[in-house]
DNA sequence: TAGTGTGTTCTTTTT
DNA sequence: GAACACACTA
């Protein structure tokens, strides 16, 4: 990065001021330029302070503060580097007063906002139907995002009709809940701007200056909320690419940056097209594929780096052999000497990950595996968290119901029921209505003293984190009195897995280690950050392959990559053709796929690999599959193609055998059925 | 009430 | 072919 800032990435740095927007090409140094726009508004003397810088994900918010302090030195710790939520959180906290949730509030993550609608569908009597409540939940978001109130909401359908029906209802639980979810972050400061001028003028006086980072991913929500933290003054600084917009299943709205000047009049506009990060000839690839898109700002991205590999097209006869290909590709990569960490394999759904973990494992190899399912939302975190979250935030309904009979306490869904009947009838919390048992109708002694203890914990653990004890010594008193390690051992399936989750336990305390030990309101705030995956699990740098969604990967680079399973129905999703009603727009848009496509694409430096296999396992059988139709609009030239059936990996098929076998020894062993 | 067995449904991406 | 929900039995 010793390069001078060209041209383009110039006039954005040394924008005299007023809206800006930059539209930045794939690998084209956005961040840089973020960065150093910081910089220069720093030794132009505004504040540090008064600099605000937003991005989307924690890794993107940790990255750009590294860079900054290594321009600037200390003074980078001053500039607001955050992400969206993170910022609308603070903003919560900071003005709790004028918020209904007050400072008590705390954040629901996906799955338990997933768990009020559930319940809700129970309360409607609509559980019965088997309704998929995510397809509700992702309605209420929708509507959420968009700004749009329940009388607007769009009906064309059943589920359109239910999601109607059941949002305000959300409204009203969440609220009972004390809690807000992951759009409440933006919305809830959004109106606290337009509503409180008091609230206003204070923001306005701090935020200065506002830098956006993956401005295309940004909701309308995000778009109003960037408009009114900006104020009369415009100070707005947005990057981003309408190439890359892959998010808008969650409600970004490419429109904010086709539109800007709209939002931001007087805005002006900068490009960045010259790339600093792949060889030309996976530029000319990656150009090719998005070409045919609708494009607001089209770009031809280009390289100094002319010389390089054609990328190469793998077709495997099975989806086993596109594993073996890759392992052998990369280990002989590696014994070149490439770093494991410059190695990555990118996969459209994660679901596709999985026979490469285990192939890795296998074979020694680290492996780091971005997104998935989140470290907090593993189940014994959860669970353990949920203990925590109830001990602080007493009416948290939720974590109650997911603790209060996890280990097995003798209080089961009817006792369960019970309570919640009983809490409903007095408009307590489960864990107040829990408080004296003896009121409760029906429930038998033996629950109740069950129940009883059960709620001495609670508030044991309650007492200790008042009285200012570290959260990791009550966490970890808890996890003995319940006998959490006896349950995860026992609970298996093997031994194996039984060690991760409790290896996910001990990683868990290594967070809990890092709370302040002050009291309630610190350890809840500490608490709620835990859903906005803010605390930095990773310590381990070490160099490890790189296993990742196409969406994980944006922003990522990699010397090497293995873009797998380009077969149509994989990318582009089988739902682009198959419209299916339960879905938000009913269908996928081909388009976002195509950009997904372009992102995977774009994240190779050096090699590129697409992979691709004639038939795949699906649903227990094989099903032939057909290359991705993104392909047919690269030149032939453009790319190598090669053919590959070699065998599969010895390990895998052997356990799987060895798997198999064991089971119809199980079967045999317990009598009754003769095996075919 | 808890644990076991049987049937059913899957596979989109994430702050 | 696995994970999950549900029903049934001890």
Not at 92 to 109: L, N, Q
Not at 261 to 281: C, D, I, M, W
């Amino acid at each position: 990065m010793a390069f001078p800032l060209n041209p383009a990435q110039k006039a954005a740095v040394e924008h005299p001021g007023g809206p800006l927007l930059i539209i930045a090409g794939a690998g084209s140094g956005k961040t840089r330029v973020i960065t150093q726009r910081i910089t220069r508004l720093i030794e132009h003397g505004n504040p540090a302070n008064t600099i605000f810088a937003v991005t989307f994900t924690n890794k993107a918010a940790a990255e750009m503060a590294e860079r900054l302090e290594h321009q600037v030195g200390k003074i980078a710790h001053e500039v607001w580097i955050s992400t969206f939520h993170a910022l609308g959180a603070e903003i919560v906290r900071r003005e709790a007063k004028h918020v209904a949730a007050g400072e008590k509030f705390i954040v629901y993550d996906a799955a338990d906002t997933l768990g009020v609608v559930k319940e809700i569908l129970r309360d409607l009597k609509l559980a019965n139907k088997s309704l998929d409540a995510g397809a509700i939940l992702a309605r209420i978001s929708h509507a959420k995002n968009a700004l749009i109130d329940v009388e607007k909401m769009p009906v064309t359908s059943d589920y359109d009709e239910v999601a109607v029906r059941a949002y305000p209802k959300y409204i009203q639980t969440m609220k009972r809940l004390n809690a807000l979810d992951f759009d409440d972050l933006i919305l809830v400061p959004l109106r606290l701007l337009r509503e409180v001028k008091e609230i206003r003028e204070r923001w306005h006086q701090q935020a200065r200056h506002l830098l956006v980072d993956e401005f295309q991913d940004t909701s309308i929500a995000q778009l109003l909320f960037v408009q009114s933290l900006a104020g009369p003054r415009k100070e707005v600084f947005c990057v981003g690419d309408d190439d890359q917009s892959i998010y808008g299943w969650r409600g970004a709205e490419v429109k904010n940056v086709i539109e800007f000047a709209k939002y931001f009049p007087g805005a002006r506009t900068v490009a960045l097209e010259q790339n600093y990060r792949s060889r030309q000839p996976i530029l000319d690839v990656a150009n090719a594929a998005i070409a045919p898109s609708e494009r607001a700002y089209p770009k031809k991205l280009f390289s100094d780096k002319k010389q390089g590999d054609k990328p190469v097209l793998v077709e495997c006869d099975t989806h086993e052999s596109e594993v073996r290909f890759v392992m052998d590709t990369m280990n002989q990569a590696m014994r070149d000497g490439l770093k494991r960490s410059d190695i990555a394999v990118l996969y459209r759904s994660n679901g596709l990950a999985k026979p490469f973990e285990e192939a890795l494992r296998l074979a020694n190899i680290p492996y780091k595996l971005i997104g998935g399912t989140s470290f907090y939302e593993r189940r014994e975190v959860k669970d353990l968290t949920a203990y925590l979250r109830l001990a602080v935030h007493l009416q948290d309904d939720l974590a109650f119901r997911r603790v209060v009979n996890y280990p097995t306490r003798g209080i089961g869904d009817t006792s369960f029921e019970r309570i919640e009947r009983h809490s409903r009838a007095r408009g307590l919390h489960l864990f107040e209505a829990s408080r004296n048992w003896h009121a409760i109708k029906d429930l038998d002694d033996r629950a109740g003293r069950s129940l009883e203890n059960f709620v001495k914990l609670i508030e044991a653990a309650r007492a200790r984190i008042e009285g200012g004890e570290p959260m990791l010594d009550v966490g970890k008193s808890i996890a003995t009195e319940i006998g959490l390690y006896a349950d995860i051992m026992a609970a298996g399936p093997t031994e194996a897995t039984a060690t991760k989750r409790w290896g996910n336990i001990e990683d868990f305390y290594k967070t809990l280690e890092k709370m302040p030990a002050k009291g309630l309101k610190e350890a809840r705030s500490a608490l709620a950050k835990l859903s906005l995956r803010f605390s930095e699990e990773e310590e381990e740098e070490g160099q490890k392959v790189i296993l990742s969604s196409l969406h994980g990967s944006k922003g990522l680079e990699f010397s090497l990559v293995f873009l797998i399973g380009c077969d149509d129905g994989i990318i582009p999703h089988s739902r682009v053709d198959n419209p299916k009603a339960t879905d938000i727009q009913g269908t996928l848009d081909p388009a976002e796929e195509r950009r997904l496509f372009y992102v995977g694409l774009t994240r190779a430096k050096d090699k590129l690999y697409m992979m691709r296999a004639k038939t795949r396992a699906y649903r227990g059988g094989a099903k032939p599959m057909m290359a991705s139709r993104f392909l047919r609009d690269i030149p032939p030239d453009m790319y190598e193609r090669r053919s590959y059936s070699g065998p599969p990996i010895m390990g895998t098929t052997d356990m799987a055998a060895k798997a198999k076998a064991a089971r119809e020894m199980l079967a045999k062993l317990k009598g009754g059925g003769a095996a075919p």
